[in-house]
């Protein structure tokens, strides 16, 4: 694999809920003079959308027209290496990480239209800029499938519980450990009625399990690989 012309580079990070993607690509993109892209974040910005309507999840007609004629976006902070989410031009950045929007977004995934309009939108953001480092789930597969390096991390289940509860508390959210595994758990399952299960990792991505290491030395491996594979 090697970098597409004039020193372009795409590079898709697929993996588990909560097995460290944002925060491994964060570091990798900056090391690689990359713009860092969460796609994940649009299905959370559309599950706030949802959310403010009322509508519930069953009303799959209604939220289609909703998200039909609402305007997602992202903006990027290149030097912070973070994505700021744009709700009809609202930054709703800081509204995405609660447990309602995770159960709600993870519904809108199951929903193939939703997620057919979404990928449009993400490769139209992705095209934009000429080096990425791109994170979410099945991206490998259905956004960036001729990306120059695909990369999928996993976790033990009880990591991904701890990383995912610590960042909620962060956040200033109260919710226990068992809350948080309920959730990884139901949106694993979710993945796995999909069409296609986002947890398979494509054949042609290097896949590095993330448990007892730090965040520093798996973003060094990716970097390390990208240099070798792609520059």
Not at 166 to 175: A, D, F, I, L
Request: include cysteine; aromatic fraction near 4%.
């Amino acid at each position: 694999m090697k970098s597409g012309p004039s020193g372009s580079l795409q590079i898709a990070i697929d993996g588990q809920t909560a097995a460290g993607k944002d925060t491994v690509a964060r570091e990798a993109a900056a090391a690689l003079d990359c713009v860092f892209i969460d796609t994940g974040a649009l299905y959370r910005a559309a599950a706030v959308a949802v959310v403010r309507s009322s509508l519930s999840l069953d009303q799959t007609v209604d939220i289609h027209e909703l998200l039909s004629k609402t305007r997602l976006g992202i903006t990027i902070d290149a030097a912070a290496g973070k994505n700021h989410l744009l709700l009809n031009g609202e930054d709703v950045t800081s509204l995405l990480r609660t447990s309602e929007i995770d159960a709600v977004s993870t519904q809108l995934a199951r929903q193939k239209e939703l997620r057919k309009h979404l990928i449009v939108l993400q490769q139209r953001i992705i095209s934009q800029y000429r080096r990425v480092v791109v994170t979410g789930r099945g991206i490998g597969r259905t956004v960036l499938p001729e990306a120059d390096m695909k990369v999928y991390l996993t976790a033990d289940l009880q990591v991904r519980v701890q990383r995912r509860w610590e960042e909620r508390v962060q956040n200033g959210e109260q919710v226990t450990l068992r809350t948080i595994e309920k959730e990884i758990l139901d949106r694993d399952r979710a993945n796995r009625e999909r069409e296609f299960d986002p947890d398979i990792p494509t054949q042609d991505a290097v896949c590095i399990d993330t448990t007892g290491r730090s965040i520093a030395s798996v973003s060094q491996e990716i970097i390390e690989l990208a240099r070798v594979w792609c520059l």
